[in-house]
T-cell receptor, first 114, second 111 residues
Framework: SAVISQKPSRDICQRGTSLTIQCQVD?????MFWYRQQPGQSLTLIAT?????????ESGFVIDKFPISRPNLTFSTLTVSNMSPEDSSIYLC???????????FGPGTRLTVT | QKEVEQNSGPLSVPEGAIASLNCTYS??????FFWYRQYSGKSPELIMF????GDKEDGRFTAQLNKASQYVSLLIRDSQPSDSATYLC???????????FGTGTRLTVIP
């Protein structure tokens, strides 16, 4: 499976500011995904990011709030814009496996908004 | 709507027992099924996947799939305290790019 890293691992941010989370993979992958996981909850898909095309957002998530970049096949960023305390969560990136639709997750970014 | 249902638990089993985790799904177009383990404070880790009806064994883990009943389960034999975690069921539906996750079952193995 791919080795995935995320930066930062955690951050505490002030209301109204923005944070960009980076996701780096050690091999080229077509599909990358961004999830949010609030404490004690399951995973909520924010968007799917393909290299060379606009990200596809799930219901309830919009590009203005969660802009995503996917400049190449090993890297993606998710920005959480104009943050509020409700954005406090763990943000996870994942990549699709080579052949069977499985996904592998990065270590996550724990965001606290004060 | 593609629903994946799991009992939230917590499920408690004594050390050495068999833990049985269950998952049902609503979309008959579901083709691939995955079990993830998530330790507290960590990200999900893929432990098993199954595509065909029947059982698939990997060490102490057995995944069972029954497409007619839209049911997939994970059995953990000889449960260890280190198996204590939340187990997430995920489903891939034909034509979709992403997986659909259940809410997870929290398992506690009591020494």
């Amino acid at each position: 499976s791919a080795v995935i890293s995320q930066k930062p691992s955690r951050d505490i941010c002030q209301r109204g500011t923005s944070l960009t989370i980076q996701c780096q993979v050690d091999s080229q992958v077509t599909m990358m995904f961004w999830y949010r996981q609030q404490p004690g909850q399951s995973l909520t898909l924010i968007a799917t990011a393909n290299q060379g095309s606009e990200a596809t957002y799930e219901s309830g998530f919009v590009i203005d709030k969660f802009p995503i970049s996917r400049p190449n096949l090993t890297f993606s960023t998710l920005t959480v814009s104009n943050m509020s305390p409700e954005d406090s969560s763990i943000y996870l990136c994942s990549v699709e496996g080579s052949s069977t639709y499985e996904q592998y997750f990065g270590p996550g970014t724990r965001l606290t908004v004060t | 709507q593609k629903e994946v249902e799991q009992n939230s638990g917590p499920l408690s089993v004594p050390e050495g027992a068999i833990a049985s985790l269950n998952c049902t799904y609503s979309d008959r177009g579901s083709q691939s099924f995955f079990w993830y383990r998530q330790y507290s404070g960590k990200s999900p880790e893929l432990i098993m996947f199954i595509y065909s009806n029947g059982d698939k064994e990997d060490g102490r883990f057995t995944a069972q799939l029954n497409k007619a009943s839209q049911y997939v389960s994970l059995l953990i034999r000889d449960s260890q305290p280190s198996d204590s975690a939340t187990y997430l069921c995920a489903v891939h539906v034909a034509g979709a790019n992403n997986l659909f996750f259940g809410t997870g079952t929290r398992l506690t193995v009591i020494p």
